[in-house]
Every structure is written in C-alpha cells, then in structure tokens.
C-alpha cells in the first residue's frame, strides 16, 4: 500500500510544482491545491497504512478494543482541509480581486506595489542636491 | 489557566470587537484590551523566570497526549513584547484608519492576528504550533487587503503567495515527524529523537521545517515577499507586522531547532549561517537602494532577520542571548522609526523621498524623536542597538566567523548611510515645491505621537540598563540549550512507554 501512496504523492508533488511555476494565478492556486492534498495524504501514509477497525470506543468502555487504525492523522487531516479550505477560499477571491482590479490574472503584469520606474534614491533628493 | 491568558483574550477581544465594530466605544475596548495583554504578558514573564518553565495541560489531558502550553523565559518575554506590539499600533491606528475601515473590522482581525501570535508562543505542540501559524496568517491576510486599493491588493497577493507555500512544508514536516517519532508534543519529540539527527525521515522533516520557517522570517532566498508587501497597507498595519510576523519564524526556529531537532547539526547550521550572511547583505543593499519611506524599511527589516538567525547559526549561549536581546532592541525600535515614517509621510502627503521634507523647520521635536529609534538602529553607543550588535559580532568573532561579523558591521554602516538619507530627506532638505514661509508648525494628534513616546522610551530603557535586559535573554539562552528542564516540566513521570 505505501509505494502505491509515495508514487501518488510523488506525482501530484510534480504536477503541482509545474503548475505553480506559471506566472498565471489560478494555476498557481491550482498547482497549490494540489499540493497540498499531496501533503495530506503524506500524512496519512506517515500513520502507518493498516487494515484496522474504525476507531470507536464501545459504551462503558474506556479503551478503544484491539485492533483500531490510528485515527490521530485522520484527525489532523481534516484539520489541515479546513485550514487549507479557508486559505484556498481566501485566495480565490484575492485572485478574484486583482484580476478586476489589474484586468489581468498574470503575476508579471501586477507591478503596482513595487513599479518598475520606482523612484530611486540618487534621483530623490531633488533640489538638496 | 494564566498561560492561556494571552491566547483567550485577544481571540475574545476580536469576536466582541468585530460585533462592536461600528460602536464608537470599540477602538477603547480594543486598546483595553491590548494593554492588559502587556500585564498578563509581563507575569507569565516574571513567573517563568522565577520558577523555571510553567505548563498548562489543555482539557486535562496529561503530555503528550493533550496540547500542552508552556511558558519559559523567552515565550514570556515575547508574549509581553506582542502585548507591546499591539497596544502601541492599535493606538496609532485609533486615529489613522478610519471610520470605514474600522466598520470592515479593522481592530478585530488586528486582536485575532495577536491571539495566533501568542499562541505560537506558547505552545508545546508542534501540529499546534501549525494551527497558531495559520491563525496568525489568516488574519494578517485579512489586515494587509483590508479598505485595499491597487497597491495592497498586489503586495497581498505575493505576501499570500509565498505563506502558502511555507504552510504546505510546515504541514508536510509535521506530517514526517510524526510518522519518524509517533508524537507531536515538542517535548516528547526531543526524548524520542535524541541522537537520531542522522535519519533520512528526520533531516528531511528538519529541512521542511527550516524553509516554512525561514520563509516566515523572511531570510534568503525566500524573503521577498516582505518588501513587495509592507509598505502597502495602514502604517499601525505595517508597524505591527514588523513587530510580529518574521519574529514568530525567528522564534520557531529558535524553538524548534534546539528543542526537538538537536543544536549543533552541521548541516543545518551551515545552510543557515550562509543564508544569514547573505540576507544581512541583501537586506542592506536593498535598503539603500529604494527610495520610499516604507521600501527602506522593509528591506532593512530583512537585514536584521539575518542577524537575529545568527543566534541559532552560531550556535553559542552568547550568540543565542544576543539574538534574544536583538528582539527587545529590535520590535520597539523598529515599530517607532515607522509609526514615525507614517507622521512624516502624512504632513507631507508622500512617502517619496523626493516629495518629503522641510520639517525641521515645522517640528524639530519631531526630528529629535526620530533620532532615538534611527540611531539605535545604526548602533550608535550607548543607544540599545549598540548592545545588541555589540553581542552579535562579539558572538561571531569567537566562533571564528569574522566574516560574518564583519558584514553585521558593514551593514551598520549602510544603515547609517540610508536612514541618515531619510533623516536628512525628510527634515533638512527644502520641501519641493513648498515656499519655506508656507511651512506652518505640525501638531499631530496626542494618539499619534503617545505610541511613539511610548515606544522611544522602551528604547531608551533599554540603553540605559542593558544589564537587565541582557539577564533576561541570558536566562532564555541558557534555557533553551539545556531543554531538560522544559521536558522535565512537560513530562514529570518521564517518557511514556
């Protein structure tokens, strides 16, 4: 089960590394997406693949019986999906904003925080010099 | 229940604020609020220093298996600078965002940033400590676009950019050190991982865990998201994020990089000792070379991260100390020369060197005040920055790096050369096209110049006795090379089976 799951990792790894090298913001986001289910499922594998039971306490218990998959990484998956569900929800509609703002959703064309004529120091003392 | 003090209140402060929001009582509140984060801050301060490291198990549930909360000498300590932080800009920005963007909920984002600050702070738990990271982004997110025009939407975007990618490496080393170790607590992990610093799983995991946090810290080759985005939002914006956001990846590091990773590695040490050297460079030259008010200072942030990181490059209990004492120097410092960029850019209506000037002539006192914070940040003697870099070069010095020590002293000059160009910019040259008759007396608001005050004199306490604070950072140092207390606090029956 776990080279099945590092080959898969591997791939969306790569595919989203390529995708995210484009100047074009929704790739970007894309290839970010898909990154980071990439970094869930190597979570998952990091809890070792088992055939386990559900991890359910039986009532009156205090102990989970024999036998149970480890549900810790499960929970910090869906930690990380919510988290990475409002940070991708954010960004889209940053990427929303600057294309109506911009009119272009192309990273080289958004120059307005650091313009390319920025005024330069030697210039910028004007009449003291 | 006092070390989740930090944390409660400033996330409880941002429901109740954003609910306030359009009450004119809110931005009071907010400041209330802020200022009793300082005294909690400063006890937690006063407690771990007095009784070694102070635990909370979260819920009842005993480490490893709950989320525990610690507070040693530095969480303390940064838990009160935060507490800082917040009070002075949000009392700048009483006066300096307005109505409108308040009601988007200006001051709530600005707590609820603070609350993930601290909370990285604070915790002993590693996927916590990603939790708390993300809070805090989350929210800076919200403050940089907030009322946003061109400019901050484009600096947000890098900003948001680079922080996801640093997330996704957090996540994932997380993800590995869990499958390496099979806990999570920070001070489980040291006992699990000691001596296993050679394991393919484990360096990898600690590769992840330097970029996401050297990307946090703005250290090269991933820093340039910083400059491209802090000058764009409100000045309190920019004053606080100075203070707080690349000082929390300087922390983890610190953390992280001496607790559950052992100190010393020479892989790591290497990479991050040439990173340094080249991100005091960078930084300087950056600096010297824009000509924006907020530009300068972005670049000049970045510079100083390279010599905070020497801490944990160099790796002696002098350079660590250093590195502590460069945070206290550093955040009042820092955060004062920009809340002063804002006043001179708002009687000028420019942050452009070339459209600033003539306020000798409207404030001298104003010049003067911007002296205090501009001079210690070149290190001028006996000023707090002086101390500072004193430690830092004196560190690298007996480690044998004198190159390293050598470029913290060149880059003091460049400091000296870019903002003694500011100075000169904003105070002696003539305003262009302003008649010097024209020029009238500035009297900003009390709420304006009270932070900065505030702020000049933290600064000048600490020139004044750098002995104390230099103890405090020494106790930090101390702590952190030797975890076994802390592990000892988290842990008192010992590893669990």
Redesign the interface.
Known sequence: MEPALAITVGILVAGGSYL?MSSN?IR?LFG?TI??NA??L??F????MTFGDPALVAEGAKTPPEGVANA??QA?IL??IV?GF??LV??LS??L??YA??GTAD?AG?????PRN????E??????R | MLLAAPILLPLTSAVVLFLLRRSPWHKLLSLISAGLSVAIGLVILFNAAADGPQVAQMGGWAAPYGITLVADTLSGAMVTIAGLAAFTALMYAVIEVDDETNALGFHALAHAMTGGVCGAFLTGDIFNLYVWFEVMLISSFGLLVIGGGRRQIDGAMKYVALNLVGTIAFLTGVGLLYGTAGSLNMADLSLKLAGRMGETAVLGSAGLLLFAFAAKAALFPVFFWLPASYHTPAVATSALFSALLTKVGVYSILRVFTLIFEPGTPAVEGVLLFACAITIALGAMGAASAGELRRIFSFHIVSQIGVMMLGLALGSKLAMAGAVFYFFHHIPAMMGLILLGGLVARECGSERLDRIGGLWAAGPWLGVLFLIPMLSLIGVPPLSGFWAKFFMIRASFEAEHYIVGGLILMASVLTFFYLGRVFVAAFWQPRPGADVAEITPVYPHRLLVAPILVLASVTLGISLSPEAFFQIADRAATELLDPLPYIRAVLPQGEPS
């Open positions: 995210m913001l970007f970010l990154i980071s970094a869930n190597a979570i594998a990091a809890g070792r810790l990484p910090l930690t990380a988290i409002g940070l954010f960004t940053l990427v904003r600057a703002e911009f990273s958004m120059r307005e925080a650091e920025e005024p330069e120091p210039t910028a003392f004007g009449e003291a």
